[in-house]
C-alpha cells in the first residue's frame, strides 16, 4: 500500500522533536497515542534510538502506521497497538507517553477518559508531553487558532481547541503537575506533565 502521508506531521517534527529530545532524556518506554500516519514513529524513533517508541492508534490507522514502521526497519518500534481511549487499553508501565494533535480531535468526555485512566499505564515517575493548539485562559492564542476552531466544529459537535486549564484540572486529578510550557510554530504548544509519587 502507498504510506500516507501529513504535511502537518512534516513541518512539526523538528521543532516537537528538539522537545523531546530534552523531555525524554531519560525515559526509556514511549507509549504514542494517536500515531495517526506513522510518520512522527519513524522520525522520533530514528533520532532517540534509546527509546522504545510504541505506537497506538485506532484500527482504521495501524495498517498505515505499519507501513511506514516496516519499512523504516527500526529495532526500537515494535508493531503498533490498536488503541482507543473508551475500549481496552495496552499494559504498561510506560516511563513516557507523547501524542500531538489529538485531544481537539477527540470530544471532550474522551479526553476525560484518556486522563483519568492513564495513571494505570504509568510508571511512578513517567512524563507526559502533548503537543497541539491550546486555548490559554479560555481565550484563542491567535486568530488562525480561532479560525481552525470553526473549522474542527464545522467537521464535528465533538470537536473543539481545548482550554489549557480544563485539561491541567485533568491532568492533576490524575496525579500529574505541569512541568513545562513550550511555546511552538504555528501558534501550537508543547505541554509536559509529570507523574507525582502518591
Not at 502533548?130 to 484563542?140: A, C, E, L, S, V
Not at 464545522?154 to 503537575?177: P, Q
Request: charge should be negative; glycine fraction near 8%.
Amino acid at each position: 500500500m502507498d504510506k500516507p502521508h501529513s504535511p502537518a506531521c512534516e513541518r512539526n517534527r523538528d521543532p516537537i522533536l528538539q522537545v523531546l529530545r530534552e523531555q525524554f532524556a531519560d525515559r526509556r518506554h514511549v507509549l504514542e497515542i494517536g500515531s495517526g500516519t506513522g510518520e512522527h514513529a519513524v522520525h522520533f524513533a530514528t533520532a532517540l534510538p534509546q527509546l522504545t517508541w510504541q505506537a497506538s492508534d485506532r484500527s482504521e490507522n495501524l495498517p498505515g502506521i505499519r507501513s511506514w514502521l516496516d519499512e523504516a526497519g527500526l529495532p526500537n518500534t515494535p508493531a503498533p497497538l490498536e488503541f482507543d481511549v473508551g475500549g481496552s487499553w495496552p499494559r504498561g508501565p510506560f516511563d513516557a507517553v507523547f501524542s500531538a494533535n489529538t485531544l481537539h480531535i477527540m470530544g471532550w468526555n474522551e479526553v476525560q477518559q484518556l486522563f483519568a485512566r492513564l495513571p494505570t499505564i504509568l510508571a511512578s515517575d513517567a512524563t507526559v508531553t502533548i503537543y497541539g493548539p491550546f486555548n490559554i485562559d479560555g481565550r484563542y492564542s491567535s486568530p488562525s487558532n480561532a479560525e481552525f476552531d470553526q473549522a474542527l466544529r464545522e467537521r464535528g459537535a465533538h470537536m473543539a481547541i481545548r482550554d489549557a486549564e480544563a485539561v491541567d484540572t485533568l491532568a492533576n486529578s490524575a496525579g500529574l503537575r505541569l512541568f513545562a510550557d513550550i511555546a511552538m510554530p504555528a501558534n501550537n504548544r508543547c505541554r509536559v506533565w509529570r507523574r507525582q509519587p502518591g
